[in-house]
């Protein structure tokens, strides 16, 4: 079994500030104050984690504050000044959760100075958190960002989202030079009028610019209308453009002609990426057992775009549970988790089995576990706890630290973090930080594990005990016998 050093096992020292935080956790909490050496080791521990050195410390910490039920909002706020990107990300996710309105400002202000890879986490964010105007007026500007990563990501979230946006919107888009952008605006063209899309596709055929033509070519992909077919088949015996002939193939296989079977798997084969995956799509489609089984055959693809491919398509031909299963191991966390959410949406007693059979049998189970952590943030994932609880129960005996924080959290989806601590060792650093967490999300009374922890070597260890007591207020009791705290 391959051994995971934990984040938390290899964290740096966080140095004080002299500036100090005013926060009043207690009042917000409604509870009276815990032991005075615990409440005042606890302020100070997590005052001095607000102010660390550490971006990645302070960041944490205000992440953890976002899980306190009913704290007051000034700490989160003040962190929306902070001098790190990454603390100010943390800030506002925490503030758009709990449908603060002051953070929609600084959210915008993110969307302009933040990286691409963090405006399109917050993007995915707002979209799901926010509330529909804000939500509707951000997902509009990303589609006018400088970033095509950026802006493809807005396209597919207005249409997951179901955010509205007029044919203007979306035209803009359809020639953009980043032939991903083109593609997302064309299928969120269809979606807004099909009829309006065959035309623009059908102009683009008989355009005599090389660009527009190519481009048509694609589009043709995504909407198959028979009134290509011939143009299509002529292209693709006659054209002396590889790429000419390879779409016309392409689209030719979305439409269903055996004709193009043969050439579009010596694509699969030979292409790499994306083209590949293209080919995979539309060999799919043509109505014969070997063609609709190639996604089967794919499903270990080393291109990770043909596995996402392959996933999509046995998606739609709605094939049984059990197809599924080697995705639930996938190298890439995206595919692991798409495959195990349309498990359990179409099968899910079948998906529970599966998943807990091949559990049981894995030598490396942290892709499967992660896959259902993250389901477990969308989706009610009872049945597969059931299936699967004894094993996630032996995984927190686990001497993979990755393994023991995934199944503490999987675990404590259905059980109390009381119960879950009787089973913990403390030297599990992994699942005694997820165990934490979830005791201040829900105000679980581990006083003994707060009061252990709030004397632990690690610095997140230690504030994740303080706010735990902090949050318990009155109903935090001290260890019988025990001195000042971590003293």
Same mark, same amino acid.
């Given at each position: ?355 807990? &059979?091949? /559990? !049981? ?5 942290? +892709?499967? %576990?992660?896959? $259902? =952590?993250?389901? *477990? @943030?969308?989706? #009610? ?52 930080? &997820?165990? /934490? !967490? ?5 105000? +679980?009374? %581990?006083?003994? $594990? =707060?009061?252990? *922890? @709030?004397?632990? #070597? ?30």
């Amino acid at each position: 079994m391959v051994r995971r050093e934990s984040p938390l096992l290899t964290e740096g020292r966080a140095r004080l500030c002299t500036a100090a935080l005013a926060l009043s956790f207690v009042a917000a909490c409604g509870g009276s104050e815990p032991p005075p050496d615990y409440i005042e080791r606890s302020r100070q521990q997590i005052q001095a984690a607000l102010h660390s050195d550490e971006p990645w410390v302070r960041a944490e910490t205000v992440r953890l504050l976002g899980l306190t039920n009913g704290v007051e909002r000034a700490a989160l706020r003040a962190a929306l000044d902070d001098d790190s990107v990454i603390v100010r990300t943390a800030a506002i996710e925490a503030l758009l959760r709990s449908n603060d309105p002051a953070v929609e400002e600084a959210a915008l202000a993110q969307l302009i100075a933040g990286t691409e890879a963090q405006r399109i986490q917050l993007l995915e964010l707002i979209a799901q958190t926010a509330r529909p105007e804000f939500r509707e007026q951000t997902l509009r500007r990303a589609l006018v960002d400088l970033s095509p990563s950026v802006q493809l990501s807005a396209l597919r979230l207005t249409v997951r989202h179901g955010v509205s946006l007029g044919i203007e919107d979306v035209s803009r888009l359809l020639s953009h030079s980043d032939a991903r952008v083109a593609d997302a605006a064309f299928e969120a063209l269809v979606a807004l009028d099909a009829q309006e899309a065959m035309e623009v596709m059908l102009r683009g055929l008989r355009d005599s610019s090389a660009p527009a033509r190519l481009r048509a070519m694609r589009q043709a992909r995504l909407l198959p209308t028979a009134n290509v077919w011939p143009m299509m088949r002529s292209i693709a015996a006659r054209s002396s453009d590889p790429t000419e002939r390879r779409l016309a193939l392409v689209a030719l296989g979305n439409l269903g002609d055996p004709t193009a079977e043969q050439p579009l798997r010596d694509y699969v084969l030979g292409l790499q990426g994306a083209e590949a995956a293209e080919a995979l799509a539309a060999i799919s489609h043509i109505p014969t057992a070997r063609a609709a089984n190639q996604p089967l055959v794919h499903r270990r693809d080393p291109r990770r775009e043909v596995r996402d491919v392959a996933l999509s398509e046995l998606i739609r031909q709605r094939r049984p549970a059990d197809d599924f299963v080697v995705f639930l191991t996938d190298a890439d966390p995206a595919i692991a988790e798409r495959a195990l959410l349309h498990m359990q949406t179409t099968e899910p007693d079948r998906a529970a089995a599966i998943f807990a &059979a091949n /559990l !049981e049998e894995s030598d490396d189970p942290v +892709a499967a %576990l992660g896959a $259902l =952590y993250r389901v *477990s @943030l969308q989706k #009610d994932i009872r049945r597969f706890l059931d299936a699967a609880q004894s094993q996630l129960r032996a995984y927190l005996h686990s001497d993979d630290p990755a393994i023991v924080g995934l199944a503490a959290r999987l675990v404590l989806v259905g059980a109390s973090p009381a119960a879950v601590a009787l089973e913990l060792s403390p030297a599990d650093i992994d699942g005694r930080y &997820a165990l /934490l !967490e979830a005791g201040i999300a829900r105000r +679980a009374d %581990l006083s003994s $594990l =707060y009061a252990e *922890s @709030l004397g632990d #070597d690690l610095t997140m260890i230690r504030v994740a005990a303080a706010l735990g007591i902090m949050s318990l207020g009155d109903q935090f009791h001290a260890p019988a016998g025990a001195g000042a705290a971590g003293e």
